[in-house]
């Protein structure tokens, strides 16, 4: 039986923990994924988004030649040259990384096996070993969901594999309604892939009503939606699958990806058995430290970060969440202070088509929960970079308490939301007032940053 000082499982956000605060603990990394290194890496964030900016560009291509009276010829996609770009790097930094924790520090190791607790300081492998530690971080991140109605196979996949296919799909069904799903239909529509959408409700459940209205029309003439429509039946052949829909509609796609939500691999581990609190969705519950909690106090040596730990499911809230993690570690060793663990509010950004970047309360959410909120709404078309884009559709809002010009909220749809959120972000995030936040400082003109400068002129002369 081997003993480890810190057992880590989870080699995504979890694989950041190990480090050189922590150079005098036994290490014991485990991972168990086909490609080392977390989802983020491997068929998330990152190859997602190697994928959508071709896809922008060529969408910006095609558009170019009806609302910018610009011209070009034939534009042809070469999706093996795409993904062989795209996984010809990531899959060496996997490799890399998986050679260096197996061999490269000599207070770690490796192990790539699937393993369950059998208790608060002993583990069980895959092939029946029994390791103990003195404290463990559970960083085991969460899976796609699957469907009864859409057995996965070489012709239906989650975003773990469909990005791999030798050949790009003409016609793909896309099950789902949230930012994967949006985000990937966007994705192969712009590439030139016959695309069809199909979901139970609406989409994009949560975000601003008018955004989620504006980017539905914006879909609807990008590719075919199907909504409050499930998928009662699927029959796989060597040309395609046959999908029947919940109105009765029938049609056949060459691929389907059923992008559903995400399951939380908590379950896999056994942390149920051991009385460990969960949330409703199968994460742990963590205090401000991400120590686990069990009936409500915490439990001594063991943490949890990323999807294990909060309902965000979003890479840079999970690397937060693992620095604390480290800190508090060193805590409970005696070398450094006890993190408090809060930042400001968790950004949110759909890499679709038009992209989407949003925080904190709506308006209407604001007032349900009592206070007295104004919003103040900019379009892109009433800036000079919205005339450069020709940009009839796109917008930023901005929510703040009135008086005290707190900020509650921003909800961007257009080119670069992401990049318009953060000033925003921080401004909320360092407690900053709205009034004087546009005049205390320069703008670039003519850029994309106006826009949020004139939502926040509107906004100060309702407060």
Known sequence: MRHFDLVVIGAGSGNSIPGPALASEQILVVDDGVHFGGTCLNVGCIPTKMFVHPAEIAHEVAEARYVLNATSGEIRYDWQGIRDRVFGRIDAISEGGEEYRASGEPNISLLREHVRLTSEHELESASGERITFDRLVIATGSRPR???ALPLGDRIHTNDTILRLDNQPERLAVIGGGAIACEFAAMFAGLGTQVVQIHRSELLRGVDD??????????KRRWGLHLGTEVTRAVTTADGVTLTLSNGD????????VAAGRVVNTVRLGTQELGFDHRENGALVVDEQQRVLRGGESVPGIWAVGDSANTAQLKHVANHEARVAVQSILHDLGRAEAPSGVLGPIPLVVFSSPQIATFGRTLAEAHDDGLDAVEARCDYGATAWGWALADSEHFVKIVAERGSGTLLGAHIIGPDAGILLQPLVQAASFGQSVHGLARGQYWPHP?????????????EEQL
């Open 447 to 459: 850029a994309a940053t106006e826009i949020v400068e004139n939502a926040l002129l509107k906004l």
């Open 210 to 219: 008018e955004v989620r209205a504006c980017f539905t029309e914006a879909a």
């Open 146 to 148: 699957e469907l009864a």
């Open 250 to 257: 029938e049609l056949t796609v060459d691929h389907v990806l």
